[in-house]
């Protein structure tokens, strides 16, 4: 599958609007197909993430952005679907607890960041700086911050912030990969009607969902700002049609899979010394009765 279609490229300006359909579907004119290829590529997920658990040098962090009721949730369900539990941890960001008020607003995020061999996914992220806090900037009085830039200057100033945090992370083995799940404002409004409609979906909806819906454009030119700026060679950001969850998960997992093989993962080599002290232990093994 060819991922130029969803990537930013650095340096560019895109339009959520002009340049990326929600609905895009690629070649797929049938769910049943993408879902026997999601099948090959959860399996394929699943060996790479073994080589990467067992080989023990990169770390790799997957962070979901998105608007509510677009699938972040269902997609990290599904697409993890066949790893192995103990080299993967998800971490769903809330709105930050006292404690973590009174730290930078990157070290709740540093301290989840996934160990060497390990996939780490953020479900929110520290991009939420860059998102509700700007269309909501009385939330900044509550940071307790010192004085800081004022209008725009503040949120370049947490571009460039990020911009080095990830550099960093990357620098250090951790990859990064960055998915915004785009789902139509039509298709959020269905499934926020679906989740109302359905006894067994209401714990899904909550009231302040349509609330921030209201702010809809608002969020649009920050996600914009966000992507012109914080789309790099290291760490580039790719946007996902969500309008057809099937597809929003195969394309996801492609990614995935893509990035993983780049890193030419190897299972660790043993040592000859390793190999004999083997030899013996199989030997004791066969001997016993």
């Known amino acids: 599958m060819n991922h130029d279609p969803y990537i930013v490229q ?11 359909n929600p609905a895009y579907k690629c070649e797929f004119h049938q769910k049943s197909e993408a879902a026997t290829k999601l099948k090959a590529g959860i399996l394929q997920l ?4 073994d080589i990467l658990y067992a080989q023990n040098t990169y ?15 269902s997609t990290i369900k599904h697409v993890m679907s066949g790893v192995n539990p103990q080299g993967c941890q998800v971490f769903s960001f809330k709105s930050p607890s006292d404690e973590e008020l009174d730290h930078d607003y990157l070290w709740r995020s540093m301290k989840s960041l996934p160990e060497r061999g390990r996939i780490g996914i953020f479900n929110r992220s520290y991009y939420e700086e860059l998102l509700i806090v700007r269309v909501h900037p009385e939330i900044l009085k509550k940071q307790q911050l010192p004085n800081f830039p004022k209008g725009d200057q503040i949120w370049k100033q947490r571009f460039e912030e990020i911009n080095n945090f990830e550099k960093y992370l990357v620098n250090n083995g951790v990859i990064v990969l960055k998915f915004f799940l785009n789902v139509s404002k039509a298709v959020q409004k269905r499934r926020f009607l679906e989740r109302i409609e359905a006894p067994e979906k209401n714990w899904k909806f909550s009231v302040n969902d349509v609330r921030e819906r209201g702010f809809w454009d608002d969020y649009m030119n920050a996600y914009e700002q966000v992507f012109n700026h914080t789309s790099t060679e290291l760490a580039p950001w790719y946007i996902i049609p969500a309008d057809r969850k099937w597809f929003t998960r ?20 043993m040592s000859q010394e390793y190999k004999q002290q083997l030899s013996v232990a199989k030997k004791t093994l066969e001997a016993e009765n």
């Open 10 to 20: 650095p340096g560019s300006n895109i339009s959520l609007t002009k340049d990326y």
């Open 46 to 49: 699943a060996k790479y993430q």
């Open 59 to 73: 770390a790799l962090l997957i962070i979901f952005q998105a608007m509510d009721a677009a699938g972040k949730d």
């Open 250 to 269: 195969l394309v996801v997992a492609d990614i995935i899979c893509k990035k993983l093989q780049e890193l030419d993962l190897q299972y660790p080599q």
